[in-house]
């Protein structure tokens, strides 16, 4: 089984910065893609951001330019730099980690999410 523990969020006034991390543990044997999504209340869960295991980022074209997705590979861990906070970025953010882990001594591949971080911006 793969855990995932998340942590940073909180309240902010808008036009501040809040840094997300997502640890990652248990039996894995390797880590693929790394994400971000987040739900606000009455909307559906959306990506925010997504990092290969090779460093390559994609986002989501409303954060372009003010969130930065990064992992360190040896800590198994996906951080979401997010500047310039806007009050339509408050939600639930959850981060999802797909990789292959060990289970009864077979590989089998994995989907994990994180228990969610509130992030909430003032206006």
């Known amino acids: 089984q793969v855990q995932l523990v998340e942590s940073g969020g909180g309240l902010v006034q808008a036009g501040g910065s809040l840094r997300l991390s997502c640890a990652a543990s248990?039996?894995?044997?390797?880590?693929?893609?790394m994400g971000w999504y987040r739900q606000a209340p009455g909307k559906q869960r959306e990506l925010v951001a997504a990092?290969?295991?090779?460093?390559?980022?994609d986002y989501a074209d409303s954060v372009k330019g003010r969130f930065t997705i990064s992992r360190d590979n040896a800590k198994n861990t996906v951080y979401l730099q997010m500047n310039s906070l806007k009050p339509e970025d408050t939600a639930v953010y959850y981060c999802k980690v797909e990789g292959t882990g060990f289970d009864s001594g077979y590989f089998r591949s994995f989907t994990s999410w994180g228990q969610g971080t509130q992030v909430t911006v003032s206006s």
């Open positions: 248990g039996s894995i044997f390797s880590i693929n893609t």
């Open positions: 990092i290969t295991s090779g460093g390559r980022p």
